[in-house]
């Protein structure tokens, strides 16, 4: 114990950028602050037992494998295997086995203070927390089914939600406050300090109890602090315009910056970092490329790419890559943060992708329509005339365009500031028709990935894809046309990826009752009816679906099945009946997560709204704190604020604009609201506030003995 607490410290404080507070923009989401994790040491083995992730609204799990992206309203679970996540602000989380925990929103902003609101909702097992605070006005806390527990900037601790129904809280390094108690009139609040163990009880107690090693997973702790070191032993210089970037850009060039690559100073992009893959061919021939090896996920209603690069995370989401003829792919760091830096174009049946550039935004200037394909910026002196492929020695040159044209206010990504000065170089040199800046745009072809609509959800992608460049010449003329589909084509595979989801899965539940189906043949059983359809045992109608759990909510049907029951020949089992019957439509979905009562909660909305007798519900869909009696929410408070507009803020009052120097104004009366008790669930939790909930800097008190 004694050895392994400078381990964590030193792994905690590893993690410091030159600015504490530097954080990207995310760009679907630009006046908002948020931040994204990621999955970053899984353990998976695909036999069963692996971590899984479900998003909120789909019921097909996801396997936490290396890279993968969470945010709110994301649930993690692990079975026989471990997982680690990392959040973008340096906060390490890792969860043993058996647990379960819901990411219910990330900076939320408050509606009655300047606090940003990082919920973790932990239903069961056991979490190792590293925190490491984003801003100073940031609340993060770990909610269990008794207790809320809040850490402070560098907290060490170990939370573990027993089955049992209590509490157990290990502080390793820093300071938590504890909010418990049976009910919103017999709050108890504690500081827990460094060495303190705690333990609230299911009789909703707070007691000291003797530190006990959590056994296997503390030595898998031990060895992952280990291995961590390593890796940050003599660290990489960091070059000067780095450090100045996102934390979380500063974190990967101390972590990958030397290991997997290599800094070089470019006259044109600036420091750029050069991995080491563009060395090595790959099986099958060929050279590495981004956007390649790895596979696409559907999160926060977006297209993620998850790389299979273990280093993949920043380099994929925070900055562009470029192509250079004698060094291969080079990323240039960037302070926004996108799903995908890539430029999606899609033909009937078909998807295709590939890095997004510099050039790109230059393209945009040119022309206002999105419907022209890649080569349509960059071939033929007229876009709507015959395109050709741009090796065959079309002039790529282009006039000078004026300040409004070279804003690219079409481009689907913000150019990030760091990169303005590296564009306009390029878009001198493009015009000056220098061979370097020209080469790339003519080995377009080679950097182009094209899969069919099918395939968009394959697990090994690059498996599937096909280079631009080796398609018939009659299915890549599709593509150099004018394209008929008028939606934007990164939408369109991001609904096509979706709707392959639930084919798939839909697929799968078929086959698991065919099976069951398939051992009743020659049983004299009652048939069973699908609807209108009427379906004989053993039959295999494509119509019939299996459940999930009982229940199946699917296009607005609901199927429910009776338990399994045994039959009279041994070892088979038969369904005993099935039920068709319409449901409501729901966005809501529940994910069985085990309700926890939201009056033990350190949001500062809870305390101000029981006061006022109205209620608060979170929506992880949103990432929003809501007042639905008041018909205000997080999107109202930050709509207004840095713009000029009104301040609307959460009081005893109800809600209150404040109109700079014309004083203060009450928009709605709280006195007259009725309380709205409840609990959580997988998308809006409600609940009723706490005397001393609200207060950040409430005085702790002393531990029970």
Not at 99 to 105: A, D, F, G, R
Not at 292 to 313: C, D, I, K, M, N
Request: hydrophobic residues 35%.
């Amino acid at each position: 114990m004694k050895k392994g607490i400078p381990i964590i410290i030193l792994c905690l404080f590893a993690f410091t950028g030159v600015q504490a507070d530097s954080h990207y923009k995310y760009i679907h989401a630009w006046d908002a602050e948020i931040y994204f994790g990621h999955v970053t040491y899984p353990e998976a083995k695909q036999d069963g037992e692996d971590a899984i992730v479900l998003r909120e609204g789909n019921r097909t799990p996801e396997i936490a494998d290396l890279n993968l992206p969470l945010a709110p309203g994301d649930t993690i679970r692990t079975k026989g295997r471990r997982c680690e996540i990392q959040f973008d602000t340096g906060t390490i989380l890792r969860l043993d086995q058996g647990s379960e925990l819901k990411i219910e929103t990330i900076l939320a902003r408050s509606l009655s203070s300047k606090n940003r609101l990082t919920n973790l909702l932990l239903m069961r097992g056991r979490v190792f927390v590293m925190y490491k605070q984003y801003i100073r006005k940031e609340m993060f806390q770990i909610i269990t089914p008794n207790a809320a527990v809040k850490l402070e900037h560098k907290t060490v601790a170990m939370i573990d939600a027993q089955a049992g129904g209590s509490t157990d809280v290990v502080i390793k390094q820093g300071k938590a406050h504890m909010l418990y108690g049976p009910n919103e009139n017999a709050i108890e609040t504690n500081i827990v300090k460094k060495p303190q163990v705690i333990s609230i009880t299911a009789g909703h107690q707070m007691v000291k109890s003797r530190y006990e090693p959590a056994g296997d997973f503390e030595e898998w702790n031990a060895k992952i602090n280990e291995e961590f070191l390593d890796l940050h032993e003599g660290k990489a210089v960091v070059p000067l315009p780095i450090q100045r970037l996102p934390d979380a850009l500063y974190y990967f060039a101390q972590k990958y910056g030397s290991m997997h690559g290599e800094w070089l100073w470019d006259r044109f992009y600036g420091f750029v970092w050069r991995p080491f893959l563009n060395d090595h061919a790959f099986p099958g021939g060929g050279s590495w490329m981004p956007y390649s090896h790895g596979r696409w996920t559907s999160a926060q209603g977006q297209l993620f790419w998850v790389p299979y690069e273990t280093w993949g995370w920043v380099p994929y989401h925070l900055g562009i890559w470029v192509w250079n003829e004698k060094k291969g792919w080079l990323w240039i760091p960037g302070s926004v943060f996108a799903p995908a830096w890539v430029e999606w174009m899609c033909s009937p049946g078909s998807f295709c992708w590939r890095p997004w550039t510099l050039m790109d935004w230059y393209g945009y200037g040119l022309y206002d329509s999105g419907q022209f394909p890649y080569f349509a910026r960059w071939v033929g002196e007229d876009p709507q005339g015959d395109e050709v492929l741009p090796q065959q020695g079309q002039n790529l040159t282009r006039k000078v365009l004026s300040k409004s044209q070279l804003k690219s206010k079409n481009a689907p990504y913000p150019m990030p500031p760091e990169m303005k000065e590296a564009y306009r170089k390029v878009v001198v040199a493009l015009q000056e028709g220098e061979d370097w800046v020209l080469s790339p745009i003519k080995e377009m072809p080679n950097h182009i990935l094209v899969v069919d609509q099918k395939d968009i959800n394959a697990p090994l992608i690059h498996e599937k894809a096909v280079k631009f460049a080796d398609l018939p010449a009659e299915r890549s003329k599709v593509f150099l046309s004018p394209s008929p589909v008028k939606q934007d084509p990164q939408n369109l595979a991001g609904q096509t990826f979706l709707r392959n989801e639930k084919m798939s899965a839909l697929h799968q539940k078929i086959d698991i009752l065919l099976k069951d189906l398939e051992g009743m043949r020659s049983l004299n059983t009652q048939p069973f009816q699908f609807s209108n359809v009427i379906a004989e045992p053993g039959s295999r109608d494509k119509r019939m679906m299996a459940p999930e759990d009982k229940a199946l909510r699917l296009s607005g049907i609901q199927i429910e099945m009776s338990e399994r029951k045994q039959i009279e020949n041994p070892g088979r089992v038969a369904y005993g009946s099935l039920s068709v019957e319409p449901v409501k439509k729901s966005s809501e979905i529940s994910l069985s997560l085990r309700s926890i009562s939201r009056f033990r909660d350190w949001n500062p909305d809870v305390a101000v709204a029981r006061r006022a007798g109205i209620s608060i519900r979170y929506s992880s869909r949103t990432n929003e704190v809501r007042c639905p009696d008041l018909n205000i929410s997080s999107r109202n408070v930050s709509g207004s604020l840095g713009n000029g507009g009104p301040r609307v803020r959460l009081t005893t009052r109800g809600s209150v604009v404040s109109s700079g120097s014309q004083g203060v104004v009450s928009s709605g009366s709280a006195s007259s609201s009725s309380s709205s008790q409840g609990n959580s669930s997988s998308s809006n939790a409600s609940n009723t506030g706490s005397k001393n909930a609200g207060s950040k800097g409430s005085s702790g008190g002393k531990i029970k003995k």
